[in-house]
Nanobody, 114 residues
């Protein structure tokens, strides 16, 4: 069984920064892909960033140059550093890990507002 615990969400002003963390427990290995999605009410969940076991990353066009995904394999933790935040980044952010199937965290709210 795999469990994911997220932290780091909150309220931030436009132009500000937040760092999300997601700690995984269970049968996690360095090769397992991890990443982040986000969802706003009435919309489908949107892929934000992914990182493979060897550190390769992909980003949604809307966050390129502003968000950075990273992982600490020793801690089974994935991070999402979010800079230059915009009101349209407001969403619930979900982390995931792929271990035969995709496991999800509980979600953390990010609100960008003045």
């Amino acid at each position: 069984q795999v469990q994911l615990v997220e932290s780091g969400g909150g309220l931030v002003q436009p132009g500000g920064s937040l760092r999300l963390s997601c700690a995984a427990s269970g049968s996690i290995f360095n090769i397992n892909p991890m990443g982040w999605y986000r969802q706003t009410p009435g919309k489908q969940r949107e892929a934000v960033a992914t990182i493979t076991g060897d550190g390769s990353t992909t980003y949604a066009d809307s966050v390129k140059g502003r968000f950075t995904i990273s992982r600490d394999n020793a801690k089974n933790t994935v991070y999402l550093q979010m800079n230059s935040l915009k009101p349209e980044d407001t969403a619930v952010y979900y982390c995931y890990v792929v271990v035969l199937k995709r496991y999800w965290g509980q979600g953390t709210q990010v609100t960008v507002s003045s």
